[in-house]
């Protein structure tokens, strides 16, 4: 059974910085992709990091691209989400997700099967 556990979430100012931590068990955590996802209230979930399992080839949206940075262990099946110059439109709740998709499919939460339960991420201004 794939379980997924985020953690690291919490309440920072705008320009601060948070690192999610997404720790995998039960599976060969080297043969999936994991992606991290946020949902803010209101709004339609969001990709915001992928790392492929195929290389460990990274994406952003523009949306976080140089802020955001995502990285992963595979010797202890956890991805993080190093997160720096936080606005408060980084809100929400993040969700890390695994999947053994590759290339673009990575890019739709649709092709991602399992999924953590959530960290919640407040941005003061």
């Known amino acids: 059974q794939v379980e997924l556990t985020e953690s690291g979430g919490g309440l920072v100012q705008a320009g601060g910085s948070l690192r999610l931590s997404c720790v995998a068990s039960?599976?060969?955590?080297?043969?999936?992709?994991i992606a991290w996802f946020r949902q803010a209230p209101g709004k339609e979930r969001e990709l915001v990091a992928v790392?492929?399992?195929?290389?460990?080839?990274?994406y952003y949206p523009d949306s976080v691209k140089g802020r955001f940075a995502i990285s992963r262990d595979n010797a202890k099946n956890t991805v993080y989400l190093q997160m720096n110059s936080l606005k408060p439109e980084d809100t929400a709740v993040y969700y890390c997700?695994?999947?053994?998709?590759?290339?673009?499919?990575?890019?739709?939460?649709?092709?991602?099967?399992?999924w953590g339960q959530g960290t919640r991420v407040t941005v003061s201004s």
């Open positions: 997700a695994a999947s053994t998709v590759v290339f673009s499919g990575t890019l739709d939460s649709n092709n991602y099967p399992h």
């Open positions: 790392t492929r399992k195929a290389g460990g080839s990274t």
């Open positions: 039960g599976v060969t955590f080297r043969s999936y992709s």
